[in-house]
């Protein structure tokens, strides 16, 4: 089946401070992959995606690049800001199915 | 454009007590139709998903239902709440018949606290 396994939060950085926020997954077939931030009391929003082996997905700062030998999606930012708190789900989908959510990773960015 | 709503945006009811939240979708044509839960402290837990009118599949068995009376309408129930219902719930669609690349797209979401 499918999954996806995130680092453990909370990450906490301090303004301007280089971000990784590790994702593995598992998939039953060609995924594509996802990564969706999730601001307080809000629902998710999509980041950004990838959808073949080398593609790197951008938004905002943040990159993530679909790493296929590693089965890796790592999102990355080089300065993060305060606004940038949030909860973040990696997230992949194969076929037709329904998106699979890993647990999130909460981060607390301090001024 | 298309645009989802989900309601209310929060709920506190006792113990075996019914639910319901209600999630629709504008804007689109049937589209796929998505409850995910999220526990405190915990991932996206995909509870059913929707392809078409009366057509629902659930991923886990649990004290919940879903329905699909029209094409744009997703609605969650139970008829009794457990405290372990408690979460936030996450009303989501999709294109109809997208494949592997499409996006899912969120409501506000509804913060469930049984008490």
């Known amino acids: 089946g499918n999954s996806v396994t995130q680092m453990e939060g909370p990450v906490t950085l301090s303004e301007e401070a280089f971000l990784t926020i590790n994702c593995t997954y598992t998939?039953?077939?060609?995924?594509?992959l996802f990564w969706y931030v999730q601001y307080p009391g809000e629902g998710l929003q999509l980041l950004l995606k990838?959808?073949?082996?080398?593609d790197k997905g951008s938004n905002k700062g943040f990159e993530a690049t679909y790493r296929k030998e590693t089965t890796s999606f790592h999102l990355e930012k080089g300065s993060v800001q305060v606004s940038d708190s949030a909860v973040y789900f990696c997230a992949l989908r194969t076929g037709r199915r329904a998106l699979t959510f890993g647990s999130g990773t909460r981060l607390q960015v301090q001024p | 454009s298309q645009t989802i709503h989900q309601w209310p945006a929060t709920l506190v009811q006792p113990v075996g007590s019914p639910l319901s939240l209600e999630c629709t979708v504008e804007g689109t044509s049937n589209p796929n139709l998505y409850w995910y839960r999220q526990a405190a402290g915990r991932g996206l837990q995909l509870l059913f998903y929707s392809v078409g009118i009366g057509q629902i599949s659930s991923e886990v068995p649990q004290n919940l239902s879903a329905s699909r009376p029209q094409d744009r309408q997703f609605i969650l129930s139970s008829k009794k709440l457990l405290l372990s219902d408690s979460g936030f719930y996450l009303c989501a669609w999709s294109e109809p018949g997208g494949g592997v690349n499409t996006e899912a797209f969120f409501g506000q979401g509804t913060r469930l606290t049984v008490v």
């Open positions: 998939a039953t077939g060609y995924p594509s």
């Open positions: 990838a959808t073949k082996a080398d």
